[in-house]
């Protein structure tokens, strides 16, 4: 069967929010990639972070999802060839998942070096959610609901 392409840009976005938004339903990872972006936006805003630094962060949370995003889709492409072992789809497999860890631990090197290189900027941001009603409540409020997020959809077999 043979895919249609896009009429115009309006389409190109209604699919892509389409896919988007079928990966979320399908993949915890990334629900708990998104629950773990807000969160990091929370704190960004209690940091006082730059805009500079608030750019690294804003790209560092789109190339995750990206990454998330690529291996859910090589993931289904394998997956709509064969559902016989491959070593090849195995290996495939494997690898788009190790471009997610990968991206993932340059997520956590780029908080580390963004937050916990100034302890006692840092100090005073905890400090601030803890003892602010408004953070702290955003932050409650995203654990809560982001858990019950994450643990909404059931994941799909493999």
């Not at 993949?27 to 608030?54: H, P």
């Not at 709509?80 to 495939?92: K, P």
């Amino acid at each position: 069967m043979k895919s249609k392409k896009n009429k115009n840009l309006a389409q190109s976005f209604y699919n892509a929010a389409k896919g988007f938004l079928r990966a979320l339903k399908a993949e915890r990872n990334l629900r708990i990639d998104i629950v773990a972006a807000v969160l990091a936006a929370i704190f960004s805003y209690a940091y006082d972070l730059s805009r500079e630094g608030c750019a690294v962060v804003a790209v560092v949370i789109c190339a995750v999802i990206g990454a998330e995003l690529f291996n859910t889709s090589a993931e289904r492409l394998a997956d709509a060839v064969t559902e016989e072992y491959n070593e090849h789809i195995r290996a495939a497999k494997d690898v788009a998942s190790a471009a997610v860890f990968v991206t993932a631990a340059g997520a956590v090197i780029s908080g580390i070096v963004l937050f916990l290189t100034d302890t006692e900027k840092l100090i005073t941001a905890l400090i601030n959610i803890a003892f602010s009603p408004r953070a702290l409540t955003a932050v409650i409020l995203t654990l809560i609901l982001g858990t019950i997020f994450i643990l909404k959809y059931k994941e799909r077999k493999s």
